[in-house]
């Protein structure tokens, strides 16, 4: 509780009071107003959510499948390809992010909207393979060999039996790749060569400008969002278990 209080509450605390203020800590709105207003701001900030969901979708069309074929395999085998997978995680991100520059220049592909895409898949496609893999390692095979019993073919035991269930691996690893797409920034100035702004872009310029109280607002805007979405999936994950239960 001590360890919430202090690095979670107090920030946001922080957080909502410079969102409120201005730079004499008198109570305005016009921090908020001014992001509603100001067309960069708005920009940035929905094409921050198109970029992240472009990379959402691209890392579940890869990352399902990969995690499928894992759950088949061999236990020994699969934990090895996990490990495999998970292992560019132990690097940190900007060293990976510099690699994929280097790569790009390498072939002489151009740095723009798609090497930020292809990037941002390639450093968050873990976070989705992992939570599909770990339900679907987890499935009961019964309720699949009962399908099976029952006339089901293989398409209809994956759709009507297997991806219901893993629905909250899906879920999970969509909150742990959406959103922090949505406000980083330093890949999308390493393979734009910062010709392309995403909202974490903008969120940070404001903050080493020192206008904290703007900066402040498009956080607290941030949160909201984050937190707006992370109650739609919560929800949606409790449908996928009461729909589980059904079958």
Excluded at 27 to 53: D, E
Excluded at 117 to 131: D, E, K, S, T
Aim: net charge neutral.
């Amino acid at each position: 509780m001590l360890f919430l209080a202090f690095f979670v509450l107090v920030p946001m605390a922080l957080i909502v009071f410079y969102a409120f203020t201005n730079t004499d800590g008198h109570f305005t709105l016009a921090n908020i107003q001014k992001f509603w207003i100001h067309p960069q701001a708005m920009n940035t900030f929905l094409y921050s959510v198109v970029v992240a969901v472009i990379t959402t979708i691209l890392c579940i069309l890869i990352g399902y499948p990969a995690a499928f074929i894992l759950s088949k395999m061999e236990s020994r085998k699969a934990k090895l390809l996990v490990i495999l997978f998970i292992l560019p995680m132990w690097i940190n991100f900007l060293i990976r992010t510099l690699a994929t520059v280097a790569l790009f220049d390498f072939f002489k592909i151009p740095l723009g909207e798609g090497a930020l895409i292809f990037g941002m898949v390639y450093n968050f496609l873990p976070f989705m393979i992992y939570p599909i893999y770990n339900i679907l390692q987890k499935t009961d095979q019964n309720l699949i060999e009962a399908a099976q019993d029952l006339g089901a073919n293989p398409r209809q035991v994956f759709l009507k039996t297997i991806f219901p269930l893993s629905i909250p691996g899906i879920t999970s690893g969509v909150i742990m790749v959406f959103m922090p797409v949505i406000s980083t920034f330093a890949i999308a100035e390493l393979l734009t060569i910062n010709n392309i702004k995403l909202f974490g872009t903008t969120l940070q310029e404001n903050i080493y400008n020192g206008t904290w109280n703007y900066g402040a607002a498009l956080s607290l805007v941030m949160l909201i969002f984050i937190g707006v979405t992370v109650l739609f999936n919560g929800e949606g994950n409790s449908k996928a278990a009461e729909e589980g239960n059904l079958i």
